[in-house]
């Protein structure tokens, strides 16, 4: 099993500055690594696939790079929407396996 | 607009039995892979298991293999998960979430949840 491990666990950001979040693979997984953001009470949400293109709908300051074990989602002026959980999920081998979250809290 | 709703969680003791319906609509449900995903109460998320788009191919996550099992009617555009012989560590929110485009293996939409409780 591919273990995703995401960090800080914690990110505590003013609004209008930049959030990087990391995410690394146990092993390599190539491009195949998808972000999504979660709110209290909300189901998750897909941000971006293939480690760097953003899915329909989602604003251009979410950014995502890496590819092999090392992965980066940046957020360039937070917003205050945008302060949640953050999950990476690799889709290169079964299981699909998910990091434990980034927390994106208010400064 | 594309909507997936959950339904048939709740309480149960452990060792019993559930089946969670995930409704789908506003896409062609029978061309796309579907899959659950669950999340402990305060916990990440967990992928548990998929369906190919004709029902015929499934995959499991070890810790549910063989007491869970996936199944879809592309008549209905329903999901379904039996889940048999539940233990207090299936206590989660039971997501469906739908395949992005065919074949693929990330998630987008996801459903609401539904909420199983497992007492032990």
């Known amino acids: 099993e591919i273990v ?3 960090s800080p666990a914690t990110l505590s950001v003013s609004p ?16 195949n690594l998808a972000w999504y953001q979660q709110k209290p009470g ?27 074990t090392e992965f980066t989602l940046t957020i360039s ?31 | 607009e594309v909507q997936l709703v959950e339904s048939g969680g709740g309480l149960v003791q452990s060792g019993g039995s559930l089946r969670l319906s995930c409704a789908a609509s506003g896409f062609t449900f029978s061309s796309y892979w579907m899959h659950w995903v669950r999340q402990a109460p305060g916990k990440g998320l967990v992928w548990v ?11 499991y996550a070890d810790s549910v293999r063989d007491r869970f099992t996936i199944s879809r009617d592309n ?15 299936d206590t989660a929110v039971y997501y469906c979430a739908r395949s992005y485009s065919y074949g693929s293996n990330w998630f987008d939409p996801w459903g ?7 007492s032990s």
């Open chain 1, 4 to 6: 995703m491990t995401q």
């Open chain 1, 16 to 31: 209008g500055e930049r959030a990087t979040l990391s995410c690394r693979a146990s092993q390599s997984i190539s491009s």
């Open chain 1, 42 to 68: 909300q189901a998750p949400r897909l941000l971006i696939y293939g480690a760097s293109t953003r899915a329909t709908g989602i604003p251009a300051r979410f950014s995502g790079s890496g590819s092999g």
């Open chain 1, 77 to 107: 002026s937070l917003q205050s929407e945008d302060f949640a959980v953050y999950y990476c999920q690799q889709y290169n081998n079964w299981p699909l396996t998910f990091g434990g979250g980034t927390k994106v809290e208010i400064k």
């Open chain 2, 49 to 59: 298991s998929r369906l190919n788009s004709d029902g015929s191919t499934t995959t």
């Open chain 2, 75 to 89: 008549a209905k555009n329903t999901l379904y998960l039996q889940m048999n012989s539940l233990r207090a560590e």
């Open chain 2, 112 to 118: 609401q949840g539904t909420l199983v409780t497992v």
